[in-house]
């Protein structure tokens, strides 16, 4: 029950491939 | 392909979305994951690999064979060379790598890093289901700089039930050896854990018995499937709220207990800060694999989709990584929203959400521009946690020590 809107460490390299880290 | 031409046919499905008009702005590469072995000692019964609709490996060699290791490692560092990259991944994958000998995946990364130009420097990691690990091979790993990444889906057997050997035996007390062995021998060599939510197992309990590893990272991997395809147990928003529950678990606890990346780039995400997952947000994916033949291929998580799904015809025989980063599934990856269905792009939750993992869009006949078959999860997910940050922003401020203002 989606139309609601949702208000705007965290670097130095981000990898995204997530099947590894 | 040890430096023949690639045999496999082309897809007869592409499904990619269409790049936009406008110049051709491609991304590097810069996480590169080689095969070196394209077997596994184990057969998870929910391998979207070797249990899902691509059997592309079996026409492969088991193990990389050394021209190609030998002829990657040039790939990679003449695309290093010509992108002046500071940084590059190197992934080492299967299957289960740890086949190939720690021996070959150590010379196979020295030589990459000999190779690269000077100032670039090599993020070396393998991924492994921890069964094949001992003190002597962890030792040539750490000796040649290559970081422990551990795929588990638990902390204890009943957890890791599904993941079992070619006999059916469960891996887990070999896995606990193994994943113990890094985490009290060589910490400093210890990456992480991947886990594979199963919403049938309780979060917490999940949750707490994989901090008993000691990871210093953890990630919560959806279950691979798609529109055609879905996966197990969907529907009731299971995935969404068994993520509810472990985020509340690890916000709650009083100190970070560990860095779990799907809530950490979720919090960057809605505070607009980089963020970095393929299971969240807008940013340009700039991952490539080689397989044993030495085969150029897009990420195996396509192959979840279709057989051939991560099929380009290119291979480092022949073909440069920049010839890569024109194939359409590639390009498609790197071009943010416009790459996304319209229900997408007009979702309040675009820029954290970013239309879910690429693989888990796909629908047969409509390709890949389609909302995640885990849409109402994610944003089960996503809103939860802008909650909890919410709530959180409304606390009094006190000492960056953690002591009272």
Same mark, same amino acid.
């Given at each position: 029950?989606?139309?609601?809107?949702?208000d705007?460490?965290l670097?130095?390299?981000?990898?995204?491939f997530d099947?590894?880290f | 392909m040890?430096?023949?031409?690639?045999?496999?046919p082309?897809?007869a499905?592409?499904?990619?979305p269409?790049?936009?008009?406008?110049?051709?702005?491609?991304?590097?590469f810069?996480?590169?994951?080689?095969?070196?072995h394209?077997?596994?000692?184990?057969?998870?019964?929910?391998?979207?690999?070797?249990?899902?609709p691509?059997?592309?490996?079996?026409?492969?060699?088991p193990?990389?064979?050394?021209d190609?290791?030998?002829?990657?490692?040039t790939r990679?560092?003449?695309?290093a060379?010509?992108?002046?990259?500071?940084?590059?991944?190197? /992934?080492l994958?299967?299957?289960?790598?740890?086949? +190939? $000998?720690a021996? #070959?995946?150590? @010379?196979f *990364?020295?030589r990459?890093? %000999?190779?690269?130009?000077?100032?670039?420097?090599v993020?070396?990691?393998?991924?492994?289901?921890a069964?094949?690990?001992?003190?002597e091979?962890?030792a040539?790993l750490?000796?040649?700089?290559?970081?422990?990444?551990i795929?588990?889906?638990g902390?204890?057997?009943a957890?890791?039930?599904?993941?079992v050997?070619?006999?059916?035996?469960p891996?887990?007390?070999?896995?606990?050896?193994g994943a113990?062995? /890094?985490?009290e021998r060589f910490?400093?060599?210890? +990456? $992480?854990v991947? #886990?594979?939510? @199963?919403? *049938?197992?309780?979060?917490v %309990?999940t949750?707490e018995?994989?901090?008993?590893l000691?990871?210093?990272?953890?990630?919560?991997?959806?279950?691979?499937?798609?529109?055609?395809?879905?996966p197990?147990?969907?529907?009731?928003l299971?995935?969404?709220?068994w993520?509810?529950?472990?985020?509340?678990?690890?916000?709650?606890?009083?100190?970070?207990?560990?860095r779990?990346?799907?809530?950490e780039?979720?919090v960057?995400?809605l505070?607009?800060?980089p963020?970095s997952?393929?299971?969240l947000?807008l940013a340009?994916?700039d991952?490539?694999?080689?397989?044993?033949?030495?085969?150029?291929?897009?990420?195996?998580?396509?192959?979840?989709?279709?057989?051939?799904?991560a099929?380009?015809?290119?291979?480092?025989?022949?073909?440069?990584?920049?010839?890569?980063?024109?194939h359409?599934?590639?390009?498609?990856?790197?071009?943010g929203?416009?790459?996304?269905?319209?229900?997408?792009?007009?979702?309040?939750?675009?820029?954290?959400?970013?239309?879910?993992?690429?693989?888990?869009?796909?629908?047969a006949?409509?390709?890949?521009?389609?909302?995640s078959?885990?849409c109402?999860?994610?944003?089960?997910?996503?809103r939860?946690?802008?909650?909890r940050?919410?709530?959180?922003?409304?606390l009094?401020?006190?000492?960056?020590?953690?002591?009272t203002?």
């Amino acid at each position: 029950d989606s139309d609601e809107p949702l208000d705007l460490e965290l670097r130095e390299m981000l990898w995204g491939f997530d099947n590894s880290f | 392909m040890s430096g023949e031409a690639a045999t496999d046919p082309a897809p007869a499905v592409l499904g990619h979305p269409a790049r936009p008009p406008g110049p051709e702005t491609s991304l590097p590469f810069r996480q590169f994951i080689v095969k070196a072995h394209g077997r596994c000692n184990l057969a998870c019964t929910y391998c979207y690999l070797y249990a899902g609709p691509d059997s592309t490996w079996r026409t492969r060699p088991p193990a990389a064979p050394a021209d190609v290791l030998d002829r990657t490692a040039t790939r990679i560092a003449e695309h290093a060379r010509a992108h002046e990259l500071t940084d590059v991944a190197v /992934v080492l994958h299967g299957g289960e790598p740890l086949l +190939a $000998g720690a021996d #070959t995946l150590a @010379d196979f *990364t020295t030589r990459v890093r %000999e190779r690269v130009p000077a100032g670039c420097a090599v993020h070396a990691t393998v991924q492994t289901n921890a069964t094949l690990l001992t003190e002597e091979r962890l030792a040539v790993l750490a000796e040649a700089g290559i970081r422990v990444g551990i795929s588990l889906d638990g902390g204890t057997a009943a957890h890791n039930r599904r993941r079992v050997d070619h006999a059916g035996r469960p891996s887990w007390p070999a896995a606990a050896r193994g994943a113990l062995l /890094v985490a009290e021998r060589f910490p400093e060599s210890y +990456a $992480g854990v991947l #886990t594979v939510v @199963d919403p *049938t197992l309780d979060p917490v %309990e999940t949750y707490e018995s994989l901090l008993a590893l000691e990871p210093p990272a953890l990630d919560l991997l959806l279950p691979h499937g798609n529109w055609s395809a879905p996966p197990p147990h969907l529907g009731d928003l299971r995935h969404g709220d068994w993520l509810c529950a472990v985020f509340d678990r690890w916000w709650a606890a009083g100190r970070r207990e560990t860095r779990v990346r799907l809530f950490e780039e979720c919090v960057a995400l809605l505070l607009g800060l980089p963020a970095s997952t393929e299971a969240l947000g807008l940013a340009p994916f700039d991952a490539v694999v080689v397989e044993t033949d030495g085969s150029i291929e897009q990420v195996d998580s396509l192959k979840s989709a279709y057989p051939g799904a991560a099929w380009t015809g290119l291979d480092v025989f022949r073909h440069t990584f920049d010839e890569a980063l024109r194939h359409p599934g590639v390009a498609a990856r790197q071009t943010g929203a416009a790459a996304l269905a319209a229900q997408c792009r007009a979702c309040p939750l675009l820029r954290v959400c970013g239309g879910g993992h690429y693989a888990h869009r796909y629908r047969a006949g409509h390709g890949f521009q389609n909302p995640s078959v885990y849409c109402a999860d994610l944003q089960r997910f996503i809103r939860h946690a802008a909650a909890r940050l919410t709530a959180a922003a409304a606390l009094e401020p006190t000492q960056r020590d953690g002591g009272t203002p």
